[in-house]
């Protein structure tokens, strides 16, 4: 039973402590989140099996992590300072300001119900602007980028010379980005600081459309694979007015979110635009020299761009359930292991001293593979729900018998059953049930 409110949500991960509204305590700054013990974990596990999928299984990509602070030529050269625009419309009657294309009626404020109210649309650049220096003016300026893609692109004749790769091949990135919305919202979904994970992969000119292909499929099955149910994903196309300046077609993985489809992750054909850009803007090569054909040419680039705090949201979202056990109504996150916060807990089931020594050896064997949560204080029963609230795929406790009889209590997150383990096979049996 994935949430249906997004306020079930929302209040799971203050309370458990996965998103803190930022400056809480100063009231708070619009559209900004920090993320918790738990949240912190569960983000770095996102971005970790997208690495893992896009990069460690691979031979064909190599992974780079370039600057966040980039000069004007760059962004004039990608056609940002000129196209990386949204629609800006002002009520004149409640003063609120409004993405034109986001409007239900273009001729209806959503905030005071006025009509006829809104001024001529105007286009706002979403790039936030900075100096680097002492001294601010036109040569001091630069940009946080709103993407990570033109590191890659820009990289691109030292990766090719330094990886030994060749097209077609991937150059892979994660890193925040930053995105001045004019309407952010939706708890995490829509920020103006964000992380991205963005593929650029390289591919003579002629491959591009079954590259667009390929990756369209991988990406769709990469969500399904780390548990989101294929019903609440679609792979929705791109109307050619909906197209992005650079490309020849885009497709969008979207999730079914508690408001109505959202995007997870956009998979455009960039075609050779961006290498051709900066190439002409810089002076600089940016082409591909295949030695077997004797034919030089500019690569044309796939790009799967996924945001990784929405798609947090989305694990999150399907993930949610309530059941019962023992006449007791339960919460509980039946997050894929590998997104998990903690994989395993160590439960001793009293603090007293004769208990502790060994818990605390069995988390110091168990924390050298996993991450490990460990917890002693409230009733066993207690402390299951903590943990079944926050996802964790299995508990251990450890109880006076072990001190007898060398062996703990596995207790899975799912089924709740209970299966009592030797201490000495219990990584044995950890990377069993949780699959690596």
């Given at each position: 039973m994935p949430a249906k409110d997004l306020d079930q949500i929302v209040n799971l991960c203050k309370r458990r402590g996965f998103v803190y509204p930022s400056a809480e305590i100063y009231g708070g700054f619009r559209s900004s989140y920090d993320y918790g013990p738990l949240g912190a974990l569960m983000l770095r596990n996102v971005k970790d099996a997208w690495v893992r999928a896009m990069v460690q299984q691979r031979d064909d990509t190599v992974?780079?992590?370039?600057?966040i602070l980039a000069p004007p030529a760059v962004w004039e050269a990608s056609g940002h300072l000129a196209n990386f625009t949204d629609p800006l419309v002002d009520c004149t009657a409640c003063k609120q300001r409004f993405r034109e294309d986001h409007l239900d009626d273009p001729n209806v404020c959503p905030g005071c119900g006025a009509k006829g109210a809104f001024t001529e649309a105007r286009a706002f650049?979403?790039?936030f602007k900075t100096y680097a220096g002492p001294v601010e003016g036109s040569g001091a300026e630069v940009y946080l980028r709103p993407e990570t893609a033109q590191g890659m692109f820009v990289n691109f004749g030292n990766v090719l010379q330094t990886s030994r790769k060749k097209p077609p091949f991937g150059i892979a990135q994660v890193g925040?980005?930053?995105?001045n919305e004019i309407t952010p919202g939706n708890f995490i979904f829509r920020t103006r600081?964000?992380?991205q994970m963005e593929l650029e992969f390289f591919v003579p000119p002629a491959e591009g459309p079954q590259w667009y292909e390929y990756w369209c499929n991988e990406r769709l099955n990469w969500y399904v694979g780390l548990g989101i149910p294929r019903d609440m994903l679609r792979l929705r196309a791109h109307d050619a007015d909906e197209l992005s300046h650079y490309s020849a077609g885009t497709s969008d993985v979207e999730f079914m979110f508690p408001w109505?489809?959202?995007e997870l992750e956009g998979i455009a054909q960039r075609t050779d635009y961006d290498l051709t850009q900066h190439a002409n803007h810089s002076g600089e090569k940016l082409d591909y020299f295949d030695q077997a054909n004797n034919e030089r040419y500019v690569p044309y680039v796939v790009e799967p761009a996924a945001g990784a705090t929405r798609t947090m949201a989305a694990f999150l979202l399907a993930a949610y359930d309530e059941d019962e056990v023992g006449g007791e109504l339960r919460t509980i996150l039946r997050l894929?292991?590998?997104l998990a916060p903690f994989k395993v807990a160590v439960l001793p089931l009293s603090k007293k001293d004769t208990l502790t020594p060994l818990a605390k050896q069995i988390h110091r064997t168990i924390a050298d593979r996993y991450m490990v949560d460990y917890d002693d204080t409230q009733s066993i029963g207690?402390?299951?729900r903590r943990q079944d609230e926050v996802g964790?795929?299995?508990c251990i406790t450890v109880d006076f018998d072990s001190l007898e009889d060398n062996a703990v209590t596995i207790r899975d997150l799912d089924t709740t059953e209970q299966v009592r383990v030797p201490i000495a096979s219990l990584m044995t049996e950890l990377y069993q049930r949780l699959g690596f």
């Amino acid at each position: 039973m994935p949430a249906k409110d997004l306020d079930q949500i929302v209040n799971l991960c203050k309370r458990r402590g996965f998103v803190y509204p930022s400056a809480e305590i100063y009231g708070g700054f619009r559209s900004s989140y920090d993320y918790g013990p738990l949240g912190a974990l569960m983000l770095r596990n996102v971005k970790d099996a997208w690495v893992r999928a896009m990069v460690q299984q691979r031979d064909d990509t190599v992974l780079i992590d370039a600057a966040i602070l980039a000069p004007p030529a760059v962004w004039e050269a990608s056609g940002h300072l000129a196209n990386f625009t949204d629609p800006l419309v002002d009520c004149t009657a409640c003063k609120q300001r409004f993405r034109e294309d986001h409007l239900d009626d273009p001729n209806v404020c959503p905030g005071c119900g006025a009509k006829g109210a809104f001024t001529e649309a105007r286009a706002f650049n979403l790039m936030f602007k900075t100096y680097a220096g002492p001294v601010e003016g036109s040569g001091a300026e630069v940009y946080l980028r709103p993407e990570t893609a033109q590191g890659m692109f820009v990289n691109f004749g030292n990766v090719l010379q330094t990886s030994r790769k060749k097209p077609p091949f991937g150059i892979a990135q994660v890193g925040k980005s930053f995105r001045n919305e004019i309407t952010p919202g939706n708890f995490i979904f829509r920020t103006r600081e964000f992380e991205q994970m963005e593929l650029e992969f390289f591919v003579p000119p002629a491959e591009g459309p079954q590259w667009y292909e390929y990756w369209c499929n991988e990406r769709l099955n990469w969500y399904v694979g780390l548990g989101i149910p294929r019903d609440m994903l679609r792979l929705r196309a791109h109307d050619a007015d909906e197209l992005s300046h650079y490309s020849a077609g885009t497709s969008d993985v979207e999730f079914m979110f508690p408001w109505g489809w959202g995007e997870l992750e956009g998979i455009a054909q960039r075609t050779d635009y961006d290498l051709t850009q900066h190439a002409n803007h810089s002076g600089e090569k940016l082409d591909y020299f295949d030695q077997a054909n004797n034919e030089r040419y500019v690569p044309y680039v796939v790009e799967p761009a996924a945001g990784a705090t929405r798609t947090m949201a989305a694990f999150l979202l399907a993930a949610y359930d309530e059941d019962e056990v023992g006449g007791e109504l339960r919460t509980i996150l039946r997050l894929h292991p590998r997104l998990a916060p903690f994989k395993v807990a160590v439960l001793p089931l009293s603090k007293k001293d004769t208990l502790t020594p060994l818990a605390k050896q069995i988390h110091r064997t168990i924390a050298d593979r996993y991450m490990v949560d460990y917890d002693d204080t409230q009733s066993i029963g207690r402390r299951y729900r903590r943990q079944d609230e926050v996802g964790t795929p299995l508990c251990i406790t450890v109880d006076f018998d072990s001190l007898e009889d060398n062996a703990v209590t596995i207790r899975d997150l799912d089924t709740t059953e209970q299966v009592r383990v030797p201490i000495a096979s219990l990584m044995t049996e950890l990377y069993q049930r949780l699959g690596f």
